[in-house]
């Protein structure tokens, strides 16, 4: 398992009154945030967990009078950062920020943390869809197309993904699980290869988000079978989901959380959502969500728990009938 370089932020802290020092302001002065708050992202710049982390450090920055400062962790799919906010103080100055690999990764690694026990699941902010893409040579324009293809040369055809665990590769192994099918699954870098590889007729099929699908597709390099959400994405409101495509209850969706290291005030809790979910409905931020295909979620503390719980029980099984380890 390669460790990717890690990005050091540097804060820059004013020294708080002694009985601030606990993260306890004195009496009639309970001000939060009280100093600029260090939000840890797991993954490097550029992706769309640190495009929507600095969505939201900017707003709440305004919001607060406080800087709210995206500090980059990358290494081990966000093992790496998810561990230093669990180590971190409960004084509500470090949030976490992550994907589904929240989830998943603990059903992979041997993490030194624990989900349950380390952290308060704040807020779901957004979810965004996948795409079902091919190579345009491929004889199949539907998903039962492919799906007939597939069974007729089983092993024959391959997908790409980023990484053992990502959400593309569980997208896959959904997807074969679902309708019967062999494909043999090839291994990228990153999402960008992966999808290069489907571009250059390398691998047959993946499953990329929809953002970075689309301007394939539009530009003839695809062809978008179909989403992987619930409902159809507005970005492609002439494709089928992968259910109305004829793929019983599937769904596989990214998102963004917010999370707490365990200990934080209920108060301090409530006020990160509310204040998140307020930002986020903006209509510059709309706007800026739509064009990646980010949908607004806004479950809060008492939902987001049982979210994290189901996604838990969904993906667990795709790994454990994939076979999928961490090589």
Avoid at 16 to 41: D, L, N, T
Avoid at 47 to 66: F, K, M
Avoid at 98 to 118: G, I, T, W
Wanted: glycine share 8%; charged share 15%; net charge positive.
């Amino acid at each position: 398992m390669k460790i990717a370089s890690v990005i050091a932020v540097a804060l820059t802290l004013c020294l708080p009154p002694a009985a601030w020092a606990q993260g306890k302001p004195p009496a009639g002065k309970e001000i939060y945030p009280s100093r600029p708050v260090r939000m840890i992202a797991p993954f490097p710049a550029g992706g769309p967990t640190d495009i929507i982390a600095r969505t939201i450090a900017r707003q709440l920055s305004d919001a607060w009078g406080q800087q709210v400062i995206v500090d980059n962790r990358g290494g081990a799919n966000g093992v790496i950062a998810q561990d230093i906010a669990a180590k971190s103080a409960p004084d509500g100055h470090t949030l976490f920020v992550h994907s589904v690999a929240f989830v998943v990764n603990s059903l992979l690694y041997k993490v030194p943390y624990d989900n349950e026990r380390d952290f308060v699941p704040v807020s779901l902010v957004v979810a965004f869809p996948l795409m079902l893409t091919i190579h345009p040579a491929l004889p199949a324009n539907s998903v039962r197309e492919f799906v007939a293809l597939a069974k007729a040369q089983p092993g024959k055809l391959n997908y790409s993904s980023y990484g053992q665990g990502s959400i593309a590769q569980l997208a896959a192994e959904m997807f074969k699980n679902a309708s019967g099918i062999s494909l043999v699954h090839v291994l990228y870098k990153g999402s960008p290869q992966g999808l290069a590889a489907v571009i250059a007729n390398e691998v047959q099929a993946s499953f990329p988000s929809v953002a970075a699908g689309l301007p394939q597709v539009k530009a003839g390099r695809l062809k978008g079978l179909a989403v992987t959400s619930r409902a159809r994405a507005p970005l492609m409101p002439d494709t089928p989901t992968m259910i109305e495509a004829g793929v019983p209850d599937f769904e596989a969706t990214s998102w963004f959380g917010m999370f707490f290291p365990r200990g934080i005030p209920k108060a301090i809790i409530a006020k990160l959502h509310a204040d998140t979910m307020r930002l986020v409905r903006l209509p510059e931020v709309q706007q800026s969500f739509a064009t990646q295909a980010f949908e607004t979620v806004g479950l809060g503390p008492n939902e987001f728990p049982k979210f994290i719980r189901s996604e838990t029980r969904k993906y667990e099984q795709v790994v454990k009938l994939a076979k999928i380890k961490v090589e």
